[in-house]
């Protein structure tokens, strides 16, 4: 082990967790929605999921961790005084940084300009997750919205979540690079499930195509399997809620993007993934093991 992994490892342990150990027993289900190649929607799924997992009656959280790009708020038309960096810098709760988005859904800015390496070093990372881990006890889901790529903060957060949502699109290198977070994934050892899903495809076909590429790569060389949840297709609703700062979701329940959404969030709240599943283990213990296992450090 080397020199620097060993000190994270004592730092992680030498966590005092006891402020949290008052909390009742209870654990959001945390999911994760990343991709390989940027500007494929994530943003828009996760808003939109949140917003359909709150309607049917559940506490819904969104982070957003691609530090310097403050999408949520902007696509939730949602203004945000405090940002992760004023966990960090001000030592704030995260709690207090949480903010009303629209439909009731609850919002944690990653902020605006900053730089991940500089904000998720790996004492910074230690606050988060011990504020994370109280915050778990208050809402039913957490929806992390992360950067495209494989960065070792992005991995971090998908290792400590219990499902992984990938986009991809039906752009080859979208496929790719999905594929790369994947490698990655397993080479890290993520036992979560694996979501994929299909965005601004042309067809149904398309859609299943695009997925069954991405399923024959990942079964024939990671020998790992994926979850098909569902695509939504190439739409001016999109686009017309990112320039209205208002979720398609709210603006178009109708719409067959809405529907197909509202479907997906059926699927991450069955009753095989519920939240209340038993043994499940904190978001920030998860975490704290990711560490104490790999040795990891954050450092990209
Ligand atoms: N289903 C879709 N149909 C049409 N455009 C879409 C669709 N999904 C996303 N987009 C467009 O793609 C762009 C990137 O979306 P965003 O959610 O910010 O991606 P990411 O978070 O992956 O970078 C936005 O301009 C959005 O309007
Ligand atoms: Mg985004």
Redesign the pocket.
Known sequence: MNDQASKLRKMINGANMDDNKNLPNRKAKILTVT?GK????????AVNLAISIRRLGYRVIIMDV?FGLA?VEI?TGTSVKYTISDCIVSGKKLEEIMVDGPYGIKLISGGLGLNEKIIMNRENIRNILREMEKVEYITDFIII?TA?GVSNTVLNFIMASDETIL?TTPDPTSIMDGYTILKALTIYGYKGKLNIVT??VNSRKEAYATYDKLYRASKNFLNRELEFLGY?????I??KA?LNQYPFLLSNPNAS?SKKINIMALKLIEPGGHIKERGKISFAKRLLDLFNKKGGSNDD
């Open positions: 991709s940027g500007g494929v929607g994530k943003t828009n799924f691609d999408n696509l919205d495209a986009i965005n601004i939504l297709e190439r739409s001016d999109v686009n990112v993007i």
